[in-house]
Nanobody, 122 residues
Framework: QVQLVESGGGLVQAGGSLRLSCVAS????????VAWFRQVPGKEREFTAA????????DYSDSVKGRFSISRVNAKNTVYLQMNSLKSEDAAVYFCATGRRFVATSPDYDTWGQGTQVTVSS
């Protein structure tokens, strides 16, 4: 069983950058696809980015493509989400999740972290 802990959220001005980290405990981290989702109150959880088992393939939502970058270091059991050129609409709680399939749908991910808050001031 994998457990996930996110960190790196905080308050940033519009146009600024943050790097989120997702650290996994447990074995066989490189057996899992890892994705980032985000959620604002009253809205459904939204797919943001995903990375495959070894980091060769990534996927992004259209809203973050070109601004966000997902990466992983399996030796550190860590996945990162580098967020640049942040906009007010990027403000949300960001969750990382693991799954077996490289997809963008949240039900396919079965382990979730507790989330980290990102706030963007204009």
């Amino acid at each position: 069983q994998v457990q996930l802990v996110e960190s790196g959220g905080g308050l940033v001005q519009a146009g600024g950058s943050l790097r989120l980290s997702c650290v996994a405990s447990g074995r066989r981290f490189n057996s899992f696809v890892v994705a980032w989702f985000r959620q604002v109150p009253g809205k459904e959880r939204e797919f943001t980015a995903a990375i495959d088992w070894i980091g060769d393939t990534t996927d992004y939502s259209d809203s973050v493509k070109g601004r966000f970058s997902i990466s992983r270091v399996n030796a550190k059991n860590t996945v990162y989400l580098q967020m640049n050129s942040l906009k007010s609409e990027d403000a949300a709680v960001y969750f990382c999740a693991t799954g077996r399939r490289f997809v963008a749908t949240s039900p396919d991910y079965d382990t979730w972290g507790q989330g980290t808050q990102v706030t963007v001031s204009s």
